[in-house]
């Protein structure tokens, strides 16, 4: 009971102890009258004793309630005593601690402090004391220009500011039971202070490494600003153009230089203020010969190198004196000599081919093939001129007109180039005039023909139906030989095809899936900018012939007719989700901005194949497209859901339209350095569209962009979510921390670039190549283990299933298990998706492998297991 309650009580007896009391004494009163009305005196005696017992029950209840009263007030003012002594030591304890301290309410109002907290806001032209918002003081201190700059730190969403004294303070704050917000302020003046001293010394370690490289550079190099002054430079400059040492220190080296070298730098000057690129070889007294190039800066001024290129000079003339002898002789050669390089353009021709197709002489070099001979002629020399370029000695004969009209015979032989790697840069052409020959040989025949027919003429009717006889069924005989020939050639042919995309699948793209690995390893490892470029430029290659032959394969399987679609139905937005995040990265790197309308539909489709089209889809806009927009989204038909790609590229001429799905076949793309395709994308979607009935739609407007659609069934169900193919890529990718991952596979190169991968992704990861490995490495019963990764294909005949099993069976959590194949069948997918296994194709993805494992680990976590 409370004091309040205590009093209401107190007040409450009284009250009824004077109504008693009053009672009381009427009744007294009247007993002591002696009324002559009163019937029977002693029993209003008796009743006023008995109201006099109750007054005394009633007084020593209120003297009970007044004790009691007495008592809570006395607790009450020790209760206040020991509030104050309390209030007082958090006022002492706040004060104590080295940052400022501030306490508001649920409305952000301030209600407590300390001194420190006053002091950093003691420019600000207000008082702080409490019923302040924590606003106001931000606006104010805003105004007053006591907060010089202010930003968020990072994730943690706390700020950090500096005030105009110089003086850091990083923000802390903490939300309090009552939705109130407790905010520390931290000096951390002394750690930036260190930074930024950190900042110097590694910027002046750079400035030394920088020097030091320059000085061990085999070419000469000299760094001048806008104003023309020698800001770098090392002795191999001084070497090579004459400067006084003395000159360079003192920034002004130019009056030491040559009249030659001086015109060079004048030169470069005005190349520099227009922002071209110079290059010029200048011939010293000495017969040194440098190569002196000019590269311009952003800022101004200009980067000089200067290359000894005597050796190299000396080598080329030694080339052209050769060219000489080599033309002496082939101008005498009676036959016709030319080389052709790859693009189908003469490179060389010799006196006698040039007289014999009346062409000037060196007239060819350069021209096309097509400039001598006609499309009809170019129609039977191109499969030769291409069996050439495979790699193929050829000889053929060939009928051609002279220069007066006459027709001759030609013999005509291709021997290909062929550099260190077996590919062929172009092919030697020699034709010989064979038509005497040829004739010479005709009079012959003709000749033997007339004898044979004479010693036909004069054999016997009968000999001559059984020789007919004979001959036809011979003919018969030969062919049924070469049906059954053919027949075979046709089923080696089909078990080499199988044989090359089984090699392709998988033991082609093992190293390339290896050699992914480890480039990404390596990417992610802090290099210099010249070795990080030469790293993403063997990523980049790595990734194109990947691209190229996963492409090929993809064609070969589809003209085999070995994709068989793995069609059910499922929800069309995880999957567009997917691949919209997936191309937003690279539609941002081009500076293209991706669009995604989310569609809630259900639809019967292969999921991969089906990826396959939209990726080819958005891949051809990206491409395709300068500037501007890119949008995936739906549109619901009656008869299916239609997913449409939009662009605002260059648009499809109307009479492309079609030719754009055949194989080998692309627009002119002016976007530089984007087109590396072959072709083949556009082709590829036909084929899946054709393998999954899905009718492929095309819309264009030159100069305005196209709309690629695609439409899909409706589906009956969507699967639930393990039964998808792609996981969604979660938001974040840190949950790899410490994670513990098992690794199976039968390649150590797989191996030990899985290891390098997620190690720098912060894993703790057990590479084994076997069940038997894994065991001798560690007790999977005593071990714990978040993740297992496991390669479908393993060494004796084993599967990663069977291994992925017997795994799970020594331990005592259900572990999420990712398996990897080359193996692209229908019966595995649905055998991986049965176990509720994760299922990934190679060559492995890095940024999809990190993602699928973030994303089964947050199901894992949501399923309770960790």
Same mark, same amino acid.
């Given at each position: 009971?409370?004091?309040?309650?205590? &009093?209401? !009580?107190?007040?409450? $007896?009284?009250?009824?102890? #004077?109504? @008693? +009391?009053?009672? %009381?004494?009427? *009744?007294? /009163?009247?007993?002591?009258?002696?009324?002559?009305?009163?019937?029977?005196?002693?029993?209003?005696?008796?009743?006023?004793?008995?109201?006099?017992?109750?007054? &005394?029950? !009633?007084?020593?209840? $209120?003297?009970?309630?007044? #004790?009691? @009263? +007495?008592?809570? %007030?006395?607790? *009450?003012? /020790?209760?206040?005593?020991?509030?104050?002594?309390?209030?007082?030591?958090?006022?002492?304890?706040?004060?104590?601690?080295?940052?400022?301290?501030?306490?508001?309410?649920?409305?952000?109002?301030?209600?407590?402090?300390?001194?420190?907290?006053?002091?950093?806001?003691?420019?600000?032209?207000? /008082?702080?004391?409490?019923?302040?918002?924590?606003?106001?003081?931000?606006?104010?201190?805003?105004?007053?220009?006591?907060?010089?700059?202010?930003?968020?730190?990072?994730?943690?969403?706390?700020?950090?500011?500096?005030?105009?004294?110089?003086?850091?303070?990083?923000?802390?704050?903490?939300?309090?039971?009552?939705?109130?917000?407790?905010?520390?302020?931290?000096?951390?003046?002394?750690?930036?202070?260190?930074?930024?001293?950190?900042?110097?010394?590694?910027?002046?370690?750079?400035?030394?490494?920088?020097?030091?490289?320059?000085?061990?550079?085999?070419?000469?190099?000299?760094?001048?600003?806008?104003?023309?002054?020698?800001?770098?430079?090392?002795?191999?400059?001084?070497?090579?153009?004459?400067?006084?040492?003395?000159?360079?220190?003192?920034?002004?080296?130019?009056?030491?230089?040559?009249?030659?070298?001086?015109?060079?730098?004048?030169?470069?000057?005005?190349?520099?203020?227009?922002?071209?690129?110079?290059?010029?070889?200048?011939?010293?007294?000495?017969?040194?010969?440098?190569?002196?190039?000019?590269?311009?800066?952003?800022?101004?001024?200009?980067?000089?190198?200067?290359?000894?290129?005597?050796?190299?000079?000396?080598?080329?003339?030694?080339?052209?004196?050769?060219?000489?002898?080599?033309?002496?002789?082939?101008?005498?050669?009676?036959?016709?000599?030319?080389?052709?390089?790859?693009?189908?353009?003469?490179?060389?021709?010799?006196?006698?081919?040039?007289?014999?197709?009346?062409?000037?002489?060196?007239?060819?070099?350069?021209?096309?093939?097509?400039?001598?001979?006609?499309?009809?002629?170019?129609?039977?020399?191109?499969?030769?001129?291409?069996?050439?370029?495979?790699?193929?000695?050829?000889?053929?004969?060939?009928?051609?007109?002279?220069?007066?009209?006459?027709?001759?015979?030609?013999?005509?032989?291709?021997?290909?180039?062929?550099?260190?790697?077996?590919?062929?840069?172009?092919?030697?052409?020699?034709?010989?005039?064979?038509?005497?020959?040829?004739?010479?040989?005709?009079?012959?025949?003709?000749?033997?023909?007339?004898?044979?027919?004479?010693?036909?003429?004069?054999?016997?009717?009968?000999?001559?139906?059984?020789?007919?006889?004979?001959?036809?069924?011979?003919?018969?005989?030969?062919?049924?030989?070469?049906?059954?020939?053919?027949?075979?050639?046709?089923?080696?042919?089909?078990?080499?095809?199988?044989?090359?995309?089984?090699?392709?699948?998988?033991?082609?793209?093992?190293?390339?899936?290896?050699?992914?690995?480890?480039?990404?390893?390596?990417?992610?490892?802090?290099?210099?900018?010249?070795?990080?470029?030469?790293?993403?430029?063997?990523?980049?290659?790595?990734?194109?012939?990947?691209?190229?032959?996963?492409?090929?394969?993809?064609?070969?399987?589809?003209?085999?007719?070995?994709?068989?679609?793995?069609?059910?139905?499922?929800?069309?937005?995880?999957?567009?989700?997917?691949?919209?995040?997936?191309?937003?990265?690279?539609?941002?790197?081009?500076?293209?901005?991706?669009?995604?309308?989310?569609?809630?539909?259900?639809?019967?489709?292969?999921?991969?194949?089906?990826?396959?089209?939209?990726?080819?889809?958005?891949?051809?806009?990206?491409?395709?497209?300068?500037?501007?927009?890119?949008?995936?989204?739906?549109?619901?038909?009656?008869?299916?859901?239609?997913?449409?790609?939009?662009?605002?590229?260059?648009?499809?001429?109307?009479?492309?339209?079609?030719?754009?799905?055949?194989?080998?076949?692309?627009?002119?793309?002016?976007?530089?350095?984007?087109?590396?395709?072959?072709?083949?994308?556009?082709?590829?979607?036909?084929?899946?569209?054709?393998?999954?009935?899905?009718?492929?739609?095309?819309?264009?407007?030159?100069?305005?962009?196209?709309?690629?659609?695609?439409?899909?069934?409706?589906?009956?169900?969507?699967?639930?979510?393990?039964?998808?193919?792609?996981?969604?890529?979660?938001?974040?990718?840190?949950?790899?921390?410490?994670?513990?991952?098992?690794?199976?596979?039968?390649?150590?190169?797989?191996?030990?670039?899985?290891?390098?991968?997620?190690?720098?992704?912060?894993?703790?990861?057990?590479?084994?190549?076997?069940?038997?490995?894994?065991?001798?490495?560690?007790?999977?019963?005593?071990?714990?283990?978040?993740?297992?990764?496991?390669?479908?294909?393993?060494?004796?005949?084993?599967?990663?299933?069977?291994?992925?099993?017997?795994?799970?069976?020594?331990?005592?959590?259900?572990?999420?298990?990712?398996?990897?194949?080359?193996?692209?069948?229908?019966?595995?997918?649905?055998?991986?998706?049965?176990?509720?296994?994760?299922?990934?194709?190679?060559?492995?993805?890095?940024?999809?492998?990190?993602?699928?494992?973030?994303?089964?680990?947050?199901?894992?976590?949501?399923?309770?297991?960790?």
């Amino acid at each position: 009971m409370n004091e309040a309650e205590m &009093r209401q !009580r107190l007040a409450e $007896l009284e009250q009824e102890n #004077a109504k @008693l +009391k009053r009672i %009381n004494e009427v *009744l007294i /009163e009247r007993v002591e009258s002696g009324s002559s009305q009163v019937a029977n005196p002693y029993a209003a005696f008796e009743h006023s004793v008995v109201l006099a017992e109750q007054v &005394r029950e !009633r007084t020593e209840l $209120l003297n009970a309630a007044l #004790a009691d @009263l +007495k008592a809570s %007030n006395r607790k *009450l003012h /020790e209760a206040n005593e020991q509030a104050a002594t309390s209030h007082q030591r958090l006022i002492d304890a706040i004060n104590s601690i080295s940052d400022a301290f501030v306490l508001f309410d649920a409305e952000r109002r301030v209600v407590l402090y300390n001194n420190k907290f006053r002091t950093i806001w003691h420019d600000v032209d207000v /008082e702080i004391q409490a019923g302040i918002t924590i606003q106001d003081i931000w606006n104010l201190g805003h105004e007053s220009g006591l907060i010089a700059e202010a930003h968020d730190d990072g994730e943690s969403g706390n700020k950090i500011f500096r005030l105009c004294n110089g003086k850091w303070f990083q923000m802390s704050q903490r939300p309090t039971q009552d939705d109130g917000l407790v905010v520390l302020y931290t000096d951390i003046t002394g750690l930036k202070a260190r930074e930024t001293a950190i900042r110097e010394r590694a910027l002046e370690q750079k400035s030394k490494l920088l020097q030091a490289t320059v000085d061990n550079l085999s070419q000469g190099v000299a760094l001048v600003d806008h104003e023309g002054r020698l800001e770098v430079w090392n002795d191999r400059f001084l070497e090579l153009t004459g400067v006084d040492p003395d000159a360079a220190s003192e920034h002004s080296p130019w009056a030491s230089l040559t009249v030659s070298h001086k015109h060079i730098l004048q030169h470069a000057l005005s190349a520099a203020q227009q922002g071209e690129v110079v290059a010029s070889d200048q011939r010293e007294h000495n017969g040194r010969v440098i190569e002196v190039r000019t590269h311009p800066m952003p800022t101004g001024g200009f980067v000089n190198t200067y290359t000894d290129i005597t050796e190299r000079h000396q080598y080329a003339e030694t080339l052209r004196e050769s060219e000489q002898w080599i033309r002496l002789i082939t101008d005498n050669v009676p036959a016709l000599i030319c080389y052709v390089g790859q693009d189908e353009r003469y490179q060389f021709t010799n006196k006698v081919y040039d007289e014999w197709y009346g062409w000037p002489r060196g007239a060819l070099n350069g021209e096309p093939i097509t400039k001598v001979h006609d499309a009809a002629q170019m129609t039977i020399l191109k499969p030769y001129f291409d069996r050439a370029m495979a790699g193929e000695c050829v000889t053929f004969e060939m009928s051609e007109p002279n220069l007066a009209g006459e027709e001759r015979i030609l013999l005509k032989s291709y021997v290909p180039n062929l550099d260190a790697d077996g590919q062929a840069l172009g092919c030697f052409v020699m034709i010989r005039d064979i038509t005497e020959r040829i004739r010479t040989g005709e009079e012959l025949k003709q000749a033997y023909q007339m004898m044979e027919q004479r010693v036909i003429e004069r054999t016997s009717e009968l000999t001559h139906v059984n020789q007919q006889l004979r001959l036809e069924i011979n003919e018969r005989s030969l062919i049924e030989s070469r049906l059954r020939e053919a027949s075979q050639e046709a089923e080696r042919a089909n078990i080499s095809k199988t044989k090359f995309l089984a090699a392709v699948s998988h033991d082609l793209l093992q190293p390339l899936n290896a050699a992914r690995l480890f480039t990404s390893a390596l990417i992610e490892q802090p290099m210099e900018t010249k070795t990080n470029s030469l790293v993403q430029s063997v990523s980049n290659s790595l990734e194109d012939v990947e691209s190229l032959l996963s492409t090929l394969v993809d064609i070969s399987k589809l003209d085999a007719g070995a994709v068989v679609p793995d069609v059910i139905s499922f929800n069309v937005s995880d999957l567009l989700q997917n691949i919209a995040n997936e191309y937003r990265q690279v539609a941002q790197s081009e500076g293209l901005e991706l669009r995604f309308v989310p569609c809630d539909v259900t639809i019967n489709s292969d999921s991969q194949l089906l990826a396959r089209i939209l990726r080819n889809f958005l891949s051809n806009a990206i491409r395709y497209t300068e500037s501007g927009t890119i949008l995936l989204g739906c549109r619901r038909r009656e008869h299916g859901l239609l997913i449409q790609v939009w662009d605002t590229g260059a648009g499809i001429p109307a009479a492309k339209k079609q030719e754009i799905f055949q194989e080998f076949k692309r627009l002119e793309n002016k976007h530089s350095g984007q087109d590396k395709g072959l072709g083949l994308g556009l082709a590829i979607v036909d084929k899946i569209s054709r393998v999954l009935a899905h009718p492929i739609y095309v819309e264009s407007e030159q100069g305005v962009g196209s709309v690629f659609s695609v439409e899909v069934p409706y589906g009956t169900k969507a699967p639930s979510q393990g039964e998808m193919h792609g996981p969604n890529i979660p938001q974040r990718l840190d949950r790899l921390q410490r994670t513990r991952i098992w690794v199976i596979d039968n390649d150590l190169t797989i191996c030990q670039g899985m290891d390098t991968l997620l190690s720098g992704w912060g894993c703790e990861v057990v590479t084994a190549l076997s069940v038997d490995d894994l065991t001798a490495k560690l007790d999977p019963a005593n071990t714990p283990v978040d993740l297992l990764i496991v390669d479908y294909h393993l060494d004796n005949g084993e599967n990663g299933v069977d291994a992925a099993e017997e795994i799970r069976s020594m331990l005592t959590d259900d572990v999420p298990v990712l398996m990897i194949t080359a193996n692209y069948c229908k019966e595995l997918k649905a055998e991986i998706r049965e176990l509720g296994y994760m299922l990934m194709n190679k060559p492995v993805k890095p940024l999809k492998l990190k993602t699928t494992l973030s994303h089964m680990l947050e199901c894992q976590l949501e399923a309770g297991a960790f």
